[in-house]
């Protein structure tokens, strides 16, 4: 192959190959730095609310019960374990009943034989009857004495007698058998509520008296918070229907929840008081024991530092938000103290009143990174705000 036809090949595969490498070249370029975050943001603003205390307290299940024996035996079945959830009237336990099983066939049997014994009499009863009426004609015709007469009718009340007593004896079995069914139910240890087992106290196999305590359990559905209150501020406390705000330290959440009492003694030496609040558990995620932290109102009112509940994210440092810092996002530590509404009171050594905090798109965002604002949530509010309504004055007459 020539010199020359070796080039024009080489000449047709760079003409191929160029745009290629045009495309690889754009491609390669650097980006000039991270693209600009996608956020909303909302202002930090300075509210007058009413200033809330930080209580502490501990979660306690609302009912607590050693479930005990209600007959004498040995436990033949142990049905369940620590931590099991029981629906109320689910066995716990079961005793050994065949002595009593015994019982109550032969109860049973007994009601049944009483009962034919009514129908023979019941039958007897009858057959008086129909005699005395024969023998009542009989004595219109002349042809049976006052006497055959009188002796029917005593055999009829005795018969009637004889079956009021076996009908008597009936119920008496009855009764007896009622008692040995009871008996056998009671040879099953069944939940008197709804809740989770946190001890056993007895294992298959040991022998229980009525009255000895088979599990321990608790009722989980709702827990109550104790928290300790200054006895200044109870009183506030003793408002119709007031809900309050806990947080619970394990779980790191905050939720609503009513005030349900408050324990009439106060302790002496802290000057305390005790309000008692009610939370529901659903999911059982809620333990006796964990501690948690309730905000009582106190009176009065303050003014507070408030940003969006949105604007708050949370890492193993504590509470921190994004603001906008000149078109790029930058970081200020903020302590927080209590929710009103969807605003959060806070403390902060940078924020001030009027500073914009990213409130959507802040999950991904850096410190640096710039901003480029979809909506001021601030302005949005002052824009639906109503307009005051004019007033019209009427107009005035100049004439005489």
């Known amino acids: 192959m020539s010199l020359r036809s070796i080039g024009m090949k080489m000449v047709r595969r760079l003409a191929l190959a160029a745009p290629l490498l045009a495309c690889g070249g754009a491609l390669a370029q650097p980006s000039g730095g991270p693209p600009p975050a996608m956020v909303r943001v909302d202002d930090v603003r300075m509210e007058s609310l009413e200033p809330l205390r930080e209580t502490t307290g501990d979660l306690r299940a609302p009912r607590r019960s050693f479930v005990a024996a209600e007959a004498t035996g040995r436990i033949a079945e142990m049905l369940v374990q620590e931590g099991d959830f029981i629906e109320a009237g689910e066995p716990l336990a079961v005793l050994d009943s065949r002595l009593v099983r015994l019982d109550v066939a032969r109860a049973e049997a007994e009601v049944r034989r009483r009962e034919g014994v009514v129908e023979e009499r019941r039958f007897r009863l009858e057959k008086g009857e129909r005699d005395l009426k024969r023998l009542i004609d009989l004595q219109a015709r002349a ?7 009188d002796d029917a009718r005593t055999n009829v009340g005795e018969q009637r007698a004889r079956l009021q007593q076996a009908e008597a004896e009936v119920e008496v079995a009855k009764a007896e058998l009622s008692q ?10 069944a939940a008197p509520f709804s809740g989770s087992v946190v001890a056993k106290r007895v294992d298959l196999g040991e022998w229980v008296s009525d009255g000895d305590p088979v599990v321990e359990m608790l009722a989980l559905e709702n827990v109550d ?3 300790s209150v200054p006895q200044a501020h109870l009183r506030f406390a003793s408002r119709p229907d007031l809900v309050i705000q806990i947080r619970i330290d394990a779980t790191g959440e905050t939720v609503e929840a009513p005030v349900i009492g408050i324990l009439p003694s106060i302790d002496p030496m802290s000057r305390m008081g005790t309000v008692r609040v009610r939370l529901e558990n ?37 509470s921190y938000v994004y603001f906008n810092n000149e078109g790029v996002a930058a970081v200020a530590r903020v302590n927080t103290r209590f929710a009103s509404g969807d605003r959060i009171a806070i403390r902060s050594a940078i924020l ?8 959507e798109g802040n999950e991904r965002l850096f410190p640096g990174q710039p901003l480029e604002i979809l909506e001021d949530l601030s302005e949005t509010r002052e824009a639906m705000r109503p307009a005051p309504a004019s007033v019209t004055h009427p107009s005035l007459s100049l004439e005489r």
């Open 143 to 149: 042809s049976a004495s006052q006497n055959e007469v």
């Open 180 to 189: 040995l069914r009871q008996r056998l139910d009671d040879m099953t240890v």
């Open 225 to 227: 918070v104790w928290l």
């Open 282 to 318: 659903p999911d059982l995620l809620y333990k006796p024991g964990m501690s948690a932290i309730g905000f009582m109102p106190t009176g009065g009112r303050e003014d507070f530092l408030t940003v969006h509940k949105d604007a708050v994210l949370r890492d193993d440092g504590g």
């Open 352 to 359: 001030q009143p009027g500073m914009k905090l990213v409130v």
